[in-house]
């Protein structure tokens, strides 16, 4: 077992630094913005009230999104509790963060979690805008990555958390 979490550290580590290495030019105000935006699932809660007003006041489509994206970030947080991990700049990797870290454990990574809930719930229930909304998800959750806040596997148990949620809830959508 100790092995197995050698060996997925490893390829964290090594996927984190590939992943700073492409940090310069454009790329980066952009991902900025999407973490900034993905902060607590507001894009989500602001994407499903501007959907339900001028989308013809289908409560659903509101409402499924909004308690997915809280269920995912509630869970996200308490997890956090639980995994004690350490962010990728508190392991004396020299990379640096390019914005400001929270205080709470690394593991798992609370925006992925609600951007998968919220992508996915949105998509659900409108969607045309499915592919709009799919990559904006995706790039809140790779921001995590690329800002140097979060190892990759931090944001791939958020992304599932995400999912799951958004899977509980989208038949009532």
Excluded at 36 to 63: D, E, H, K, S
Excluded at 82 to 100: E, N, Q, T, Y
Excluded at 142 to 157: E, K, W
Aim: charged share 15%; hydrophobic share 55%; glycine share 10%.
């Amino acid at each position: 077992m100790r092995r197995a979490a050698r060996r997925l550290h490893g390829l964290d580590v090594r996927v984190f630094r590939a992943v700073s290495r492409l940090r310069r030019g454009p790329l980066t105000p952009m991902m900025r913005g999407f973490t900034r935006v993905g902060t607590a699932g507001a894009l989500w809660g602001v994407i499903a009230a501007a959907a339900f007003v001028f989308g013809g006041f289908y409560l659903p489509g509101l409402l499924v999104p909004w308690a997915a994206v809280a269920g995912a970030w509630i869970l996200a947080e308490a997890s956090k509790h639980l995994f004690d991990r350490a962010r990728p700049h508190d392991s004396d990797m020299g990379i640096a963060p390019l914005v400001k870290t929270p205080s709470s454990s690394s593991f798992p990574s609370g925006h992925s979690a609600t951007a998968a809930a919220g992508a996915i719930t949105l998509s659900a229930a409108y969607p045309v805008f499915a592919p709009l909304l799919l990559a904006a998800g995706l790039l809140v959750m790779l921001s995590r990555i690329y800002l140097g806040v979060h190892y990759p596997s931090d944001v791939f148990v958020g992304g599932v958390i995400g999912v799951v949620c958004a899977a509980l809830l989208v038949p009532l959508a």
